[in-house]
């Protein structure tokens, strides 16, 4: 079992930057594969990137590759994610997500626990 709590959402000008920070709770964090997913009005959730449970293989959506920096402390059983040069068309409700394998890791189906979501805004 993993209880998942994120922080670090907020509203943001577009060209700037926030840290999205995502704390578990249970002893076996560095065994699961971590995400973030997002949530805009009115569409589906989607992929935003991922994480192994090493820390050692990242992946992210195109649309913000080079942009947001997925990244682990398993020593802490946190995962952050780093997001720069914030666009108006990233607000959204931003998820963190654990998974027990790294498979499959942009399906959120593949993720068997959720945090609450954390709100990201961006204005124009």
């Known amino acids: 079992q993993v209880q998942l709590v994120e922080s670090g959402g907020g509203l943001v000008q577009a060209g700037g930057s926030l840290r999205l920070s995502c704390a578990a709770s249970?002893?076996?964090?560095?065994?699961?594969?971590m995400g973030w997913f997002r949530q805009a009005p009115g569409k589906e959730r989607e992929f935003v990137a991922a994480i192994s449970a090493s820390g050692g293989t990242t992946d992210y959506a195109d649309s913000v590759r080079g942009r947001f920096t997925i990244s682990r402390d398993n020593a802490k059983n946190t995962v952050n994610l780093q997001m720069n040069s914030l666009k108006p068309e990233d607000t959204a409700v931003y998820y963190c997500?654990?998974?027990?394998?790294?498979?499959?890791?942009?399906?959120?189906?593949?993720?068997?626990?959720w945090g609450q979501g954390t709100q990201v805004a961006v204005s124009s």
């Open positions: 249970g002893r076996t964090f560095s065994a699961y594969t």
């Open positions: 997500a654990a998974a027990r394998r790294w498979f499959r890791w942009i399906h959120s189906d593949e993720y068997a626990y």
